[in-house]
Each structure stands twice: as C-alpha cells, then as structure tokens.
C-alpha cells in the first residue's frame, strides 16, 4: 500500500510540474476479481485468497466482508477516462461490491 501511495503522490507531483504535457487522473480500485487473463502461468495477488477456498489451503470462512470491484469494469474506467476530458485531475475510488467472505466462497 505504501509503494502505491508514493507512486501517486509522486504522479500527482510531477503532473504539477510547469511544462508538463500530461493531465493525470487516478483510478483506485478496491480488490479487483474476475477473469484471468488466458496462458498466465501465475494466479495475481488479488485472486490469491479466493484461490484458497477452492484448493483447500484455507479451512475456515473468515468472519468478514470485502471490498471488491470486476477486473472488466476497472479496464473500463481506466478507458473512460483517457476520453473524458472532466476526470482530469481527479482520483477515482472503484468498489463493486462488498460481499461477505462466505459468498466469495460459494462461487
């Protein structure tokens, strides 16, 4: 979490800089699911704890909810926003849901 605030900031820094050419807009997703990209030979950190369900490596249902928002929506946002002259200079939160951990589990 650090490394990406850092990274924003420092985004947000250089975007303020006189003579820069670029606009910056921010999206901030919360736990992204969904597909995985076909012929990776690694599962990415978001879809790690999930995997855990279905390979048995984690026995118990956690008590909690997640935020979570869908990989496709995020690559959406992400496309909105090149052409929507409006988000410039702005950061965006994305959250799709928040299910609860025994619905995660039961996919």
Known sequence: ALSKT???KAAWDMSKT???PYTLTCINPTV???PLLPGLSYIN???LPVL???DGSMSKIENL???VVDVRDVAQAHVNAIFAKEADGKRFMMIGACPHM???AEI
Do not use: H, N
């Open 6 to 8: 850092l990274g924003e």
């Open 18 to 20: 006189d003579g820069c």
């Open 32 to 34: 992204i699911l969904g």
């Open 45 to 47: 950190t978001s879809a």
């Open 52 to 54: 855990k369900y279905f």
């Open 65 to 67: 909810c997640k935020a």
């Open 102 to 104: 025994k619905e995660v």
